[in-house]
């Protein structure tokens, strides 16, 4: 198994160009969620899914849209860039939500200048 | 609102020289608490799920505690190969979906 796989690596943006990051995962869960880490901060969720079809806003959604078609793919979708947006995405699954430990992505690395 | 802090922000230790990370939370009933293990430029690695004040877990050098208001994670002899970020995040027992939240980690630098 590939477990959470993300792309891009790293990207770099101009302020007010859109993008969308892709996250696939092979272990048919359920759960998957896109956080964003500031140097020196904490994790900070995004956007969260709880299956196909589903979607459920986070601690930090604004700037941000998400779509579930399938099971296996969760991409985050930034309209209209802006500086505060530069940081680390990392997109993780889950088999439930109560008591699983969640599986990381490598993550993205985004510059918006 | 549920908070998670962690102390200390940055560990430096020499080879061999064991420590203790701290979590403390405050959280509406405690669902779980997890441990991960991040790499520089790396995605967040599991360690360890606690549920209930009392319990232990332990994984090589590592042990992991917990408490009605914090958790420790012990490290034991510790090796170069251990340094890293620790973080530390609650799920909230309510009703519904209740996302993690994490701390803002302790960066733990092992020197040999």
């Known amino acids: 198994n590939a477990g959470v796989t993300q792309t891009p690596k790293f990207r770099i943006l101009k302020i007010g160009q859109s993008m969308t990051l892709q996250c696939t995962q092979d272990?048919?869960?359920?759960?998957m969620y896109w956080y964003r880490q500031d140097p020196g901060m904490g994790l900070k969720l995004i956007y969260y899914s709880v299956g196909a079809g589903i979607t459920d806003k986070g601690e930090v959604p604004n700037g941000y849209n998400v779509s579930r078609s399938t099971t296996e793919d969760f991409p985050l979708r930034l309209e209209l860039a802006a500086p505060s947006q530069t940081s680390v995405y990392f997109c993780?699954?889950?088999?439930?939500?109560?008591?699983?430990?969640?599986?990381f992505g490598p993550g993205t690395r985004l510059t918006v200048l | 609102e549920d908070q998670v802090t962690q102390s200390p922000e940055a560990l430096r230790l020499q080879e061999g020289e064991s420590s203790s990370l701290n979590c403390s939370y405050t959280?509406?009933?405690?669902?779980?608490l997890f441990w991960y293990r991040q790499d520089p430029g790396k995605g967040p690695e599991f360690l360890f799920t606690?549920?209930?004040a009392g319990e232990e877990k332990e994984k090589e050098r590592l042990k992991a505690t917990l408490t009605k208001k914090e958790s420790f994670l012990h490290i034991t002899a510790p090796k170069p190969e251990d340094s890293a970020t620790y973080l530390c995040a609650v799920q909230a027992s309510v009703p519904g979906n209740t996302p993690f939240v994490f701390g803002k980690g302790t960066r733990l630098s092992v020197i040999a």
């Open positions: 272990m048919n869960h359920n759960y």
């Open positions: 959280v509406s009933g405690l669902r779980g």
């Open positions: 606690l549920y209930s």
């Open positions: 993780a699954s889950s088999e439930g939500q109560a008591y699983n430990e969640q599986f």
